[in-house]
Each structure stands twice: as C-alpha cells, then as structure tokens.
C-alpha cells in the first residue's frame, strides 16, 4: 500500500521524465503485462465479448459485416433488412479483425465453445489451462484490451514521478490503481471499456504535462479523444470537454484538435455506414431491436429508465452495484479530483474542475437512462472510464498523503479495492454485489439449494431475488423442466422459464401446480419419498435374473426406480436418480433407453437426462420423464433396456453387477 509520502518542500516538482533517475516505465510494462496474461481468460462466454467476436469472425471469414453465419451466438446485435449485425460501436472490432487475419494466417482460429469460470479449477484462465485455451482470443484481449491497460499506468506512473513522488510511491500507486479497480477484470476479456479509458486519458496527461502545447500534442490530444469515443461513444463527453479546455487555453489550439480527431471520426463514420447504411452507430439505430425474439427495447442500446431511479442511483454508487463500495479507493480519487480543483495551479485546477463536470455528466447519463447496472456483469462496469481520468489528480499533489492516518485510510480502502477486484478477475461476467454494502432491503440467510430451468445463469434472476440470498456464490442445479426435475436435499428454491414448462408426469404427483413462469419455495423431501415408493424397484440383468433396485453405474449415480406409462403410440418411461458422487467440471452424463426386439435387435436407441450434469451435486434425485414411441407390436415382443451414456466418448457406465444396463420387463396388455 502506499506509505507515508514525504517530501523537503511542498513545491511540485515539473521536470521531465527524461531528467528523473531510475525509470521503472519497462518494469511496469512487463510485470503488469504477466499480470494480465496470468489473468486473462481462456476464451469467449458472454454474449458481449461473443458480439465483437462474431463480427470480426465474420470479417475474417466472409468479408462482411453480418453475423447471420458466424460461430458465435449473442443477444447483443440488431437487425437491418433480413440481417443481423452486432450492436457494439465498430472500430474495435474492425481493428480486431485485422490483428485475427494475421493470426488466422497462423492457424489460431477463435473458439466457440465458453467455459464455465465459476466451476472451472482455473477459473478458465488461459495460462492456467492452456490445452483448452483460445490463443487467438488470448492474443487479441493482451494486445487491444490489456495492453491500454499497461499504457494507463504506465502515464500515471510518470505523472507521479513529475510531480515529485518517490518511485516508491509512484509504483505503489499504480499497483493500487491497476489491481484494485475495475480495471483488472475488464484487461481479462475482450471489451471495450479499457482501451476507451487508455485513449482518454492520454489527452489528459498531455493536457497536464504541458502547459504550451504544441501542434503534435494537440494532433495527439484529439485523435486520442476521438479514438475514446469511437471505442466507447459514452466517453464522448470527454473528448467535447477537451475541446473546449483546449479553447480555452488557445482559440488556435482548436484546428489542431479537430485535425487529430479527423481520422477516427471519418473511418468510424465509414463503418457505421458499411453496417447500418447511414452515419449512425448500430447501437443507435434503435428500430435495430425491433425483432422477434429481442431481448432489449428499440431504444439507443436497448437501454430504458429505471422505474425507481432514486433507487437505481443508490444501487450503484452505494447498494446491491455500489462501486464505491466494490473499489472504495474510488472515493479517494474522487476526493482529489476535488481538492485538485481547488489547487493555485491553473493547469491542474482547469482540468481538475472538467473531469468532476465530464464525469458527473457521464454518471447521470447512466443514472437517467440505464436500469441494468451494465448487464450481466462485475460491478458497474459502465463506470470504469472516469476512473483513470479522476485518479491521476492522486498524484498531483503530495500533500493529499498528510498527516498519517489518511493513509491508513486509504490503506483500508486498498484492502478492500484489491479484493473485490480479484473477486471479478475470477468471473467478470457474473454480476455480484459487493461483499460489503448497504441493502434497501434485510437478507436471508442463503438457502439451501437452487435449481434453474429456463434460464441459463442465476444472473439472469431479478436482483432482488439475488439480493434476499445474501450471498455471490450462487451454484444453481439445471434442468429443463420439461423433461427432468432435480430434487436437493431439503429447503429448495425453484426458479422455472416460461419457455419450460415442468412435465406433468412429475408435476401432478408432486403436487406442484403453478403458471409455466414461477419461484417455488419448498422442500420436496417427503413428497418425493412418498412418490418414490411407488416406483417399481425391480429390473433384471440380461440373463433374466432379477435385481433390486437401486443399483449404481459406476458410482457416479444410481437407478433408484421406475414407472412405466402405457400411452397411444407408445410409453412414458419415468426414471428416478440419486447422484452417488458429485460431478467434475465438465462431466456429462446421459440415460440411453434401448426398446429392443425378442431377437436382441434394438428397435429405438434413445439417450436424454434433461440436467446439466455437473451442476448436480452429491445427494441429488432426478425424476426424468421420457417418451418412448413403439412399433405396431405386442408389448411382451420387446423390453426396455436403460443404461449411463458419457457422451462426450460414448463410453457407457457399469453397474455393481458387471453389465451395462439393466432390462426393465414391459407388461403385457
């Protein structure tokens, strides 16, 4: 953490960086680019990312803009004509392809499939488990995402050491700035925040560093703030109050800008108009969203107004969002921002006084007109572009480390800053609320279980329902309702889609009886036992020697039982299951019925679980219902065979008796 700052005057030091000793700038470079390599996932699993990629695959693969047939599925896109394209503001992705052409050329090809870095051993980190990494994805996140990154701290770095803070210090705090941010998740994936802010704040470190500017620091100075907004149009505001600050200093001063600004304004302009067929960015053409199947509003970026925006507010700045209560080293840079406007050095004030004025208009344009914190995401990822540009006025002035226990104050915040943000490197596309914060409403104690049918992440729940579990580490069980239900083992919350409805087979005896759309609360213990009981727990072995059921396939699950349903056309077979032993990562399993002939020859071969496998845990029971149609036949011409399929080999699981399924006798009508 920083320690104490001290000094032989108050005065702040200018002096170029060239006439300070010891410049640790390739020291920053390389620690912190191991850093974000150790740190960066190991591909693609959010339809943000997903959104950008399929656009540059698309690019690379087709020569067009359109995601129609692109490898990558997202809900972040619109669609044009009888088109889809991806919502994101282009550029980014634009330059991406350019770097994947090359990579392409070298047989790096962008994956598809995602990882699940909440239960993945190396939370899908790329060096960590680099038989399964995308290295293309890797390349293009270190490169366009990470790097930004570095270039953030290597500027404040500097900054400090002009102003005369120790090189002590001076990495202290850009150690605090990188890891104890937002900063670090977003270096992680494939996104458009960090390199927005690197842009931005180049124009603001030539603004401070300088008090004439000459014609290249002002070509400089606009091209970079108009990179920012092509990367991220909301740090536009930023960009307009460089231009005026500039003005202000120099009416000459403004031509300059303009011509900087010229080149990503113009092919930014070009692409939008490849893609949407006029000058507006895709995120802008809100009749875009207007599609069957639209997850978002026909408004600019989907986004619509809270309906408590008072409460909204209070979530993100101190709530179940609260930034500054993820990264509370953000008050202490919204704290110098303040003082540093009120500093005698008119450079130092100026600037100070535009980014508090550039900053509180950003946050309101996303207070006023946002309701989703940022989406599916680590804190309120929006916010993360301010940051940078508040934090260099940190190490404008070394008073601000006097007396001592400010920084034991900002010691604590560190603590914490550094916490939460390892917390989102682990999974930056999961929305959590901070570890400590201040709810609107009083939390449960977290229960025992969930279960999930219909939805693909507990994210996907209302905030508030998240909110009453007290807890980010929520590991739901999935099922499709329609086919399966898994029971935990006591106190349970359901959470059922509308598009899954739950199978009356296992519905009715349960006494569950609800809209398609609902939350259960229940514990289902006794009457799952009571239903269970009348399940036939018999089966045979294929020499016809009966056995007692449950009977366990290679001690990952046992056949506690099952009921057979005679229908027109043919059967329901319900089967119940208990998981013997928790799942891996990754692990699948499948239950194969087999409808086979009295000469052995199998009539239907069908494999289905209706679970996401290794979401289970051990203790589990799964009622599973599956159709089985027959041929024109007498039922006492055939039998039912029902194994454990690994689908990922095809191997199947051996039961206790050394056979690989057990034979179920049909009745004879």
Known sequence: MLR???????EHSTSSPAQLPRDYTWLIIGVFTLIWALSIHSRSYSSNDASRLASIDSLVERGMWTIDESRFLTVDKIKIGDHFYSDKPPLLSFVGAGLYSILHRLDLKLQVDGCDALRSPTHCRAMLEASEADWAYFLLTLLLVSSPATLILVLIYR???QRGFSNASSLAFITLLGLGTAI??????????VPAAAAALVGLYLLLTHDRLTRSQLLTIGFSSALAAAIDPSTGIFAVGYFLLCVWRSRSYALWFMLGALVPVAVTLALNYQITGTWLL??????????????????????????????????LLIGQRGVFLFFPIVVWYLWAAVRAARSIELTISRSARLMLVCSLIYFLYFALFTDNYGGYAFSPRWLLNPVPLLAVFAVTDRALYRPRWRVLLLTGFAIISVYEAYQGTLDPWRPAFPEVRLALSPMSARPSAIALSGFTSVYQLPDDVRESFGSNDLVPRKFDATHSLVIPPGLTWWFFGGRTPIAPEIAQPLGLTFPATATVKSDLDLPAQQWLSTFVQTAFLNSGAPISLPVTFDDDLDLLGYQVQRRPGGFNVVTAWRIHAPPLYREQRKVSFD????????LQHLESFGVQYDSLQSGDRVIHVRWVPTPVVPLAQYELHIGVVDPDTGA??????????????????
């Open 595 to 602: 409808l086979v002939s009295s000469d052995n020859s199998v």
């Open 282 to 315: 895709p995120q802008m053409v809100t009749s875009g969203y207007n599609y069957p199947g639209s997850e978002f509003a026909a408004t600019v970026a989907g986004n619509q107004r809270a309906a408590d925006v008072p409460a909204y507010v209070y979530n």
């Open 4 to 10: 104490r700052i001290t000094a032989r005057s108050d």
């Open 184 to 193: 670090w998740p977003y270096s992680t994936v494939f996104t458009n925040h």
């Open 159 to 161: 900054l400090a050491r």
């Open 652 to 669: 199947r699981l051996m039961t206790d008796f050394q056979t690989d399924q057990v034979v179920v006798k049909l009745a004879v009508e």
